[in-house]
């Protein structure tokens, strides 16, 4: 229990009630959001420090209409040695004023035959930001393999992990910047059950790397 139980009831409701006033206005106002500068993900660079793109995958159309993107990158990337590999997904939305938005990768997870085996989140220092981010990490298994991701939500001004902290900082950002673009960046690594810390470095390192080159990628 908390030690100020107060805060439940004097500061955690009206501020809930607050941010739903600001979401219904949000939603229902009619102003324009600012015109955005996007950039094509298809220009996304194949090479990015010691890592080329060794594979590019199509969004299917079912995907596709359940995710309600702008704009997707799939691809997968590998070192120079092929001693480490990655899989980068990004989905762009360049306004949630219609209803698409950002939904949890692990949604998708029962429909894959992936399992949840670990689950939390994981600070890292990012070249280019002013401070470490916090996204999520979370282990999947299938039968005796396993799988590290790594997933955030991030706009022009914020990486978060929670998707609950995302619609809020929607709502404030967007009647503040009059914009409401975000994207959903992920990350899977292979993990060698004999070695698992070896792809959790290694991940952390693909994160630290093309972190610089998303933001580039995304509107600013």
Not at 103 to 118: E, F, I, M, R, V
């Amino acid at each position: 229990m908390t030690r100020f139980p107060f805060l439940s009831l004097r500061y955690a409701l009206p501020l809930t009630l607050l941010v739903v006033i600001q979401a219904a206005a949000f939603y229902s106002t009619s102003s324009p959001e600012m015109q955005l500068e996007v950039k094509q993900l298809s220009s996304f660079p194949e090479r990015v420090g010691e890592w080329r793109m060794v594979a590019e995958y199509p969004t299917e159309a079912e995907v596709q209409e359940v995710l309600r993107a702008d704009d997707t990158l799939n691809r997968s990337y590998a070192t120079d040695d092929n001693r480490s590999g990655a899989n980068l997904f990004i989905a762009f939305f360049r306004t949630q004023k219609s209803g698409a938005a950002p939904h949890s990768p692990k949604n998708c997870l029962p429909g894959s035959g992936w399992t949840p085996a670990d689950s939390g989140t994981v600070t890292l220092d990012v070249p280019g930001w002013p401070e470490p981010v916090t996204i999520n990490r979370y282990i999947v298994a299938r039968g005796d393999a396993r799988t590290l991701v790594y997933y955030w939500y991030q706009t022009a001004h914020r990486v978060l992990a929670s998707e609950y902290s995302a619609k809020i900082w929607l709502v404030l950002d967007s009647l503040r910047y009059r914009r409401s673009d975000t994207s959903l960046v992920r990350v899977v690594v292979p993990l060698d059950q004999n070695n698992p810390e070896a792809g959790e470095k290694q991940a952390a390192n693909f994160v630290r790397t093309f972190f610089p080159t998303i933001r580039q990628a995304l509107p600013r």
